[in-house]
């Protein structure tokens, strides 16, 4: 069993800045790719970031230049760093990995934490 804990949600003005954080724990013999996604009030979930285990990023275009998304191979966590954030970055964050647990390879979330950017 997997678990993945998100955290560092919060209430922030335009153009503010936020760190998320989600540590993987349990029985985890590999994490290839991590994720982040975001779940706005009526509207679908979408990828935001993501990081291979050797370190190659991609981004949503809403948000490149703008986040960054790191990770650390030997804590098992992933960052999310999000600057100059705006209200339509409102959402549920939820972190995702892809993991071997020494008997497959599946897919984990974060219980998601929530993002709103308002004045």
């Known amino acids: 069993q997997v678990q993945l804990v998100d955290s560092g949600g919060g209430l922030v003005q335009p153009g503010g800045s936020l760190r998320l954080s989600c540590a993987a724990s349990?029985?985890?013999?590999?994490?290839?790719?991590m994720n982040w996604y975001r779940q706005a009030p009526g509207k679908q979930r979408e990828l935001v970031a993501t990081?291979?285990?050797?370190?190659?990023?991609n981004y949503a275009d809403s948000v490149k230049g703008r986040f960054t998304i790191s990770r650390d191979n030997a804590k098992n966590t992933v960052c999310l760093q999000m600057n100059s954030l705006k209200p339509e970055d409102t959402a549920v964050y939820y972190c995702?990995?892809?993991?071997?647990?020494?008997?497959?390879?599946?897919?984990?979330w974060g219980q998601g934490t929530q993002v709103t950017v308002s004045s």
């Open positions: 995702n990995a892809i993991v071997n647990d020494y008997v497959s390879t599946q897919n984990y």
């Open positions: 990081i291979t285990s050797g370190g190659t990023t």
């Open positions: 349990g029985r985890i013999f590999t994490i290839y790719a």
